[in-house]
């Protein structure tokens, strides 16, 4: 059973820190492009960084120089550094694997975690 669980999501203040991280199992996780979402109440789910099985990155305008996408193959894990938080960053952050193309793609979700940006 394939699983993705995200954590560290919370309540910070504008211009602070948080570390999202998500934890696979069920998958050969190396062999996954992993990527991060997100989803403000109101609006479509919009991509926010993206990390290749050879680590290399991509990131949204709206978020570059200020977060960072890493992923640790020997736990299982893909990790979303963001710093100097605005109150625009405030979503649900999902984590999502995925590998394969058309009728051959395979691709899991996690539940989701919180982020607030709120003095």
């Known amino acids: 059973q394939v699983q993705l669980v995200e954590s560290g999501g919370g309540l910070v203040q504008p211009g602070g820190s948080l570390r999202l991280s998500c934890a696979a199992s069920?998958?050969?996780?190396?062999?996954?492009?992993m990527r991060w979402y997100r989803q403000a109440p109101g609006k479509q789910r919009e991509l926010v960084a993206v990390?290749?099985?050879?680590?290399?990155?991509n990131y949204a305008d709206s978020v570059k120089d200020r977060f960072t996408i890493s992923r640790d193959n020997t736990k299982n894990t893909v990790y979303l550094q963001m710093n100097s938080l605005k109150p625009e960053d405030t979503a649900v952050y999902y984590c999502?694997?995925?590998?394969?193309?058309?009728?051959?793609?395979?691709?899991?979700w996690g539940q989701g975690t919180q982020v607030t940006v709120s003095s």
């Open positions: 069920g998958v050969s996780f190396s062999v996954y492009v």
């Open positions: 990390i290749s099985r050879g680590e290399n990155t």
């Open positions: 999502n694997a995925r590998r394969g193309v058309g009728t051959a793609e395979l691709t899991y």
